[in-house]
């Protein structure tokens, strides 16, 4: 998914000299995340398995991490910056510079490889964000849990817990040791709709459920270093593999999805999240958010910004308030 639209003038800036690490910025969110942080100013490193070279388990070959960070720098120079080149080279502390480390979070020896090397490259760490994912291809979605394949259930678990465990790991002890550190832990799902519904199947529950409660923990953990932890969620995300994968639509005509699911009206594009992220990171007061749980669309209302099509979709408000198996979708005071 290309860039997209400058931020505005009082953001463009906010976060230059700041460090950032995107874990999972291959695609969808994290890709955004990561991008947004550039426009913003920051150094972003952007981790993934797929590379021009090398495809993960996700399948996909379209989205790599070297474009992730080509991304990231053209929206640091789109911003006024002067970012350095992208792609796996090293970077600086120049302005919106995005940096690839091909990196599997399951594999411990390679996230204190990548934290020792921000280390050596940067000195710190700000901004930890742990949107490692990729399980939906093993996910059985209408399996009881005892009919769900066992493998494919541990090992969507492993990539969206065990990664965020390994990442906070080996990332923390850099990131702490400055105040002011952010760390965001990215699922899918607020904690008031989690809590009150069954997301099935079985090891998706359990997946989605636990950034909510890694976040809380570590909020109480890093908060005597004057560091903030908090757990951000989407909403309906028009993502790469939503949009030509599962709805057979681009960016261009995504409305046409709602005759598939009329509720994709409510859908907001990737990079609506990642100016909820650089609210976040840009926020002086951000502890006021510790141990948290947060979304896109109710941030919007916090901080202001809007999707790219000036539109602030508040998707869980939506999907808590309107019956998901009505024909019926009325976005009005939705977005």
């Known amino acids: 998914m290309d860039s997209t639209p400058e931020l505005s003038s009082e953001n463009s800036h906010a976060l230059t000299g700041k460090v950032a690490l995107v874990a999972g910025a291959t695609r969808g969110a994290g890709r955004a995340m990561a991008v947004e942080l550039g426009r913003a100013g920051a150094t972003v ?33 789109e911003a006024g910056g002067t970012g350095g ?44 964000v742990n949107d ?43 990131l702490i040791k400055n105040p002011g550190g952010l760390v965001v832990e990215v699922t899918d799902g607020t904690d008031e709709y989690n809590n009150h519904n069954y997301r099935k199947p079985f090891y998706y529950d359990l997946t989605k459920a636990a950034p909510l409660r890694m976040a809380r923990n570590l909020a109480e953990e890093i908060e005597e270093y004057g560091c903030t932890a908090l757990c951000l969620s989407p909403g309906w995300l028009r993502s790469e593999a939503m949009l030509d994968t599962y709805f057979k639509v681009t960016e261009e005509n995504w409305l046409d999805g709602r005759e598939q699911n009329p509720h994709f009206a409510i859908s907001e594009t990737p990079t609506f999240v990642g100016r909820a992220l650089v609210a976040l990171a840009s926020d002086p ?18 901080y202001g910004f809007t999707d790219v099509d000036g539109s602030a979709p508040d998707a869980w408000r939506y999907i808590t308030e309107v019956d998901q198996e009505s024909k019926e979708a009325d976005v009005t005071g939705y977005r």
């Open 85 to 128: 080149t992208g792609g796996t080279g090293t970077g600086g502390t120049g302005t919106g510079t995005g940096i690839a480390v091909p990196t599997d979070h399951l594999e411990p020896e390679q996230v204190e490889a990548l934290v020792e090397r921000i280390d050596r490259e940067q000195g710190r760490l700000d901004i930890l």
């Open 132 to 174: 490692i994912w990729g399980g939906d291809v093993h996910v059985e979605w209408d399996k009881k849990m005892w009919e769900h394949d066992l493998d494919k259930g541990l090992r969507l678990m492993r990539l969206g817990i065990e990664t965020h465990i390994v990442t906070s790991r080996y990332a923390l002890p850099l």
């Open 285 to 302: 007061e951000v502890a006021r958010w510790n141990g948290k749980s947060l979304s896109s669309g109710g941030l919007a209302k916090e």
């Open 45 to 77: 490193y952007a981790t993934g398995r797929t590379t021009r070279g090398h495809s993960s388990e996700v399948g996909r070959t379209t989205e790599t991490i070297e474009e992730t960070a080509e991304l990231i720098t053209a929206a640091g120079r």
